[in-house]
Structures are given as C-alpha cells and as structure tokens.
C-alpha cells in the first residue's frame, strides 16, 4: 500500500506562485510514478502532470508552461512537487496526488489553492 499526502495549498493573488508538496509514505520503493490532478468547483477532476520512478514527465496539453512537477530522491522517501507559477482565479481548485504501484492507484485527500483577482 502506498499513502500519498498532499500539502502546501493556499489563498493566493493572481500572478503569485505556489509549490505543492506530495509525500508518499508505505510501499514506496514500488511507486512507479505519481501525478497531479484538480478538480475546480462544478467540474471533472482533471490531470496536470506526471512523472515516473525514472524522472520521465509529461503534462497535460494545457498544463503546459505554468505547472511544472519533480520529484525529491532523498533516500527512504518520496515526494513529489507541483510548482504553479502565474497563478490565475481559474486555478482554483482541489489539487490530488495519485501513486501508482503495478496495477493499483492510490489518492491523496487533496490541497486547496484558492487564486483571488
């Protein structure tokens, strides 16, 4: 079992820059990647990026340019980072981190970022 846990959202101005945090805690050395999702108010939780054990990234089309995710290799932990720079109100949102280990998947419970005009 692999328990990711998300932190470092908050309120924000627009144009501000947040770094969300993902700390996976459990089975660990089987995580084959972890990736970044949102889910706004009324809306699919949709995805940002991913990256795998071996540090291969990819992003959503849209994601693009503002987000970008990385991964700290400290030894005995991993935790995934999602940097969101230009912050706009339309970021808005619940930010999950997702584990995958084989063909299993685990959530996190989510990070509020809230963007004021």
């Known amino acids: 079992q692999v328990q990711p846990v998300e932190s470092g959202g908050g309120l924000v101005q627009a144009g501000g820059s947040l770094r969300l945090s993902c700390a996976a805690s459990?089975?660990?050395?089987?995580?084959?990647?972890m990736g970044w999702y949102r889910q706004a108010p009324g809306k699919q939780r949709e995805f940002i990026a991913r990256i795998t054990s071996g540090g291969i990234t990819n992003y959503a089309d849209s994601m693009e340019g503002r987000f970008t995710i990385s991964r700290d290799n400290a030894k005995n932990t991993v935790t995934v980072f999602l940097q969101i720079n230009s912050l706009k109100p339309e970021d808005t949102a619940v930010y999950y981190c997702?584990?995958?280990?084989?063909?299993?998947?685990?959530w996190g419970q989510g990070t509020q970022v809230t963007v004021s005009s």
């Open positions: 997702k584990a995958e280990w084989g063909p299993f998947r685990s």
């Open positions: 459990g089975s660990i050395y089987s995580i084959d990647a």
